[in-house]
């Protein structure tokens, strides 16, 4: 079943955005015949990926501005660009949309194709200072979806450029502008909410140097912490011991591979000192068997042992879970159940009718 076209909400929506990158692809999508006005692309003529984003530097060809300028906003609908330019600069300033005043006096509605992207500054030879370099012509490698930020990421890189670059220089990636509020661009620190730069620059902590991790007993200055909050303070630890320490239990992670792998060990080094203890005892008492017979009975009983801890490992783990008192309360709100069904039937009265036979 094909997506659904474009909603009248979500033209409006998109005509005109902030963006940092493509988190979907509803722009293609097709935008019903009553609702399509004249400046309004169809689906095919729109541009699928866009190079251009909030933040980025660029220049508008064929125009005598030749300033670089800054890219605020972009209307994926119409494939046109918003750029913020001088209000004395803005000569063509009547084509942008309708909005405030203050926001039309400072931008310059452009199409996408007039546009070239700054690259970089480049010493050229010959040249006292470093040039702006843009692209007459950009490319863009394979899309991959950002989970993290959820967007659409590809790296793009000028194939020309004017003024001409070195082979080397061109092949790289133009780097993606980073975002920052316009409401924190010229923001202040406030003295109250904001923390100070050298309260943030104090050290406050210095972690231990692993001899002396080393030389502590863990379990010992562990177990000391925890009688402390329980028994008289004097077999409080020493307060200049690592704090490292006293959460070496709660920060270590009980499923890692080491710890696994560890606890399978030890448990295989249990069943075969507990099958050699077995083997050794019904061979010392053989009552009248073979060794192999005994061997065998101890095998058996062995594997009996096994499976009884089991199921009480399994028993103890299930109490631990929850398993047992909701399967009491399974098993109450049964008999709560049957017991009102009964007093149900014990009330029921049946009226005397035809139908109604009294077994003799």
């Excluded at 918003?82 to 084509?95: C, F, S």
């Excluded at 200072?129 to 007459?136: D, E, I, K, R, S």
């Excluded at 923001?187 to 050290?203: C, F, G, K, N, Q």
């Excluded at 490292?244 to 890692?256: A, D, G, K, M, Q």
């Amino acid at each position: 079943m094909p997506p659904a076209p474009l909603t009248s909400a979500e033209i409006l929506r998109s005509s005109w955005a902030r963006t940092t990158g493509t988190r979907d692809l509803r722009h293609m999508l097709p935008i019903p015949r009553l609702e399509r006005g004249n400046n309004l692309k169809i689906a095919r003529e729109r541009i699928k990926y866009w190079n251009f984003v909030s933040g980025d530097k660029v220049r508008v060809r064929g125009h005598k501005i030749k300033d670089m300028l800054e890219v605020t906003d972009v209307n994926k609908i119409t494939n046109r660009v918003r750029l913020r330019v001088p209000p004395a600069e803005g000569e063509e300033k009547k084509t942008t949309p309708p909005g405030e005043e203050e926001e039309r006096d400072r931008t310059w509605n452009v199409h996408y194709s007039r546009l070239q992207l700054f690259v970089r500054m480049h010493q050229f030879p010959g040249r006292k200072l470093p040039q702006p370099v843009y692209a007459t012509r950009l490319g863009r490698s394979k899309q991959w979806w950002n989970q993290a930020a959820g967007i659409w990421n590809w790296k793009r890189y000028a194939l020309s450029s004017n003024p001409r670059l070195p082979s080397e220089i061109l092949k790289q990636p133009i780097p993606w502008p980073k975002f920052v509020k316009e409401e924190d661009k010229d923001r202040e620190p406030h003295e109250l909410y904001d923390t100070a730069t050298s309260a943030v620059e104090e050290i406050t902590y210095t972690f231990p140097t692993e001899e002396e991790l080393l030389g502590l007993g863990a379990p010992d200055v562990e177990e000391a912490y925890v009688k402390s909050l329980y028994y008289p303070p004097s077999v409080a630890p020493s307060h200049a011991t690592p704090v490292e320490v006293f959460v070496t239990r709660e920060l270590s992670n009980p499923y890692s591979r080491a710890k696994k792998q560890a606890r399978w060990q030890a448990r295989m080094a249990y069943k075969r000192e507990l099958l050699g203890d077995m083997v050794k005892a019904e061979v010392a008492n053989l009552r009248g068997r073979t060794r192999r017979e005994a061997r065998a009975e101890a095998a058996w009983k062995w594997k009996q042992t096994l499976d009884a801890e089991d199921k009480a490992e399994a028993r103890r783990r299930a109490e631990l879970r929850g398993d047992v008192a909701r399967t009491e309360g399974r098993r109450v709100r049964k008999e709560r159940r049957e017991k009102k069904k009964e007093k149900l039937l014990e009330r029921l009265v049946l009226q005397d009718a035809p139908n109604q036979v009294i077994p003799t």
